[in-house]
């Protein structure tokens, strides 16, 4: 553990560093609500966005990018709040669901760039709308009514200089990337500190030799997530984690000395054949990425997801205690979901063979 003379707290890592304890997780959910296509609409998902567990234990549930439904403990339906509109407590488009203190929840319409706050009971207590804001990604809350958004900048194409390569006259190949910030903003979306801004997605620009343009395959990014009062952004090109305070400052960096997989065949072949509708001849990035998910538990520990390398069907996760010390180690499916860490459980969703998407609770033991 190190303090440097910014007073950023830097805890360095080895690759031999061993788990101080041993967590175990259900293989089998104690709850499953979806995956039966015999069940009525209320037990069927669509496109599951966001889940976190109501003050009084019940299960709220982001779908289909303009409902929200509620599901009591035992996994029986409640009740739907809001629906597809422009109106009161209606949604156009989901866009990030969030705890909004100790007994409130926002959820962030991107469609029509409002934050919408729900009392326990399902009742629209306030809307706010942020008109500057069409790109943002609302990711979780922080602190005391802190809400963290992710923004991505856009870098603006030629189309001019895309036809002069196509004819060959012009041009070398090309890889850019996006930038990425995290903007603060208090409960009514007032902007109040920006982190970053840091590298975000790669992309490929054409040439004579390479028309493929679009993010790259195995694309490096931002990262963004919340770790207890802490606003984890930053690229995961290499394992650093950095964790800055609600006024946007860095205040801690966790640092592990693993080194970054090289792109080869390998990893082509293998994501071609878990994608067979991609296009092929898309570029690799010139190293995989560290990691692709990063959440904070209920207890202040900092959740890890390696990234998720293609052909294998599990993922491992790290976790950090405060002081940026690995805590345990531990696996779950790639089709897993976490959306929240409690104490003793994990809320998390999934996807079948089929498509089907479920919403799961599996049991924590720490």
């Not at 976190?52 to 709220?60: A, V």
């Not at 982190?195 to 997605?201: K, R």
Request: aromatic share 8%; glycine share 10%; proline share 4%.
């Amino acid at each position: 553990m190190v303090r440097d003379s910014a007073g950023i707290t830097i805890a360095e890592t080895s690759d031999s560093s061993s788990p101080a304890e041993i967590w175990h997780m259900s293989d089998e959910p104690l709850l499953t609500i979806g995956a039966d296509l015999r069940a009525s609409r209320e037990y069927q998902f669509d496109q599951i966005s966001g889940v976190i567990r109501l003050p009084e234990g019940e299960i709220l549930v982001a779908d289909a990018g303009n409902t929200l439904r509620v599901y009591r403990e035992n996994g029986d339906y409640l009740a739907t709040w809001g629906r597809e509109g422009e109106g009161p407590g209606e949604f156009g488009f989901l866009g990030g669901l969030a705890r909004l203190g100790s007994d409130s929840v926002v959820a962030w319409d991107r469609r029509s760039r409002r934050l919408t706050v729900f009392d326990a009971t399902g009742m629209v207590a306030r809307e706010n709308t942020l008109r500057e804001a069409p790109e943002l990604i609302l990711r979780g809350s922080v602190g005391r009514g802190r809400l963290v958004f992710e923004r991505v900048i856009e870098f603006e194409f030629n189309l001019s200089e895309f036809d002069e390569l196509l004819a060959g006259r012009s041009g070398n190949e090309e890889f850019q990337r996006q930038q990425g910030t995290v903007e603060i903003r208090g409960a009514t979306g007032g902007l109040l500190a920006v982190v970053g801004p840091y590298p975000h997605t790669e992309y490929h620009f054409p040439t004579p030799a390479v028309l493929f343009v679009g993010p790259v395959r195995f694309s490096r990014g931002m990262i963004t997530g919340v770790w207890d009062s802490l606003v984890v952004a930053g690229p995961n090109d290499s394992y650093e984690l950095r964790g800055h305070g609600v006024n946007g400052e860095l205040d801690r960096i966790i640092r592990w000395n693993r080194i970054p997989i090289v792109a080869d065949e390998t990893h082509r072949r293998a994501f071609a054949d878990e994608n067979p509708q991609s296009n092929q001849e898309a570029p690799m990035a010139s190293h995989l990425p560290m990691f692709d998910r990063v959440i904070g538990d209920e207890l202040g520990y900092l959740w890890v997801r390696d990234y998720d390398m293609p052909d294998e069907e599990t993922v491992r996760w790290t976790v950090f205690d405060s002081n940026g010390a690995i805590v345990t180690r531990l696996t779950t499916s790639d089709r897993l979901m976490v959306r929240e860490i409690g104490r003793d459980h994990i809320l998390a969703s999934q996807t079948d063979d089929l498509g089907i998407q479920s919403v799961v609770v599996l049991s924590l033991e720490r």
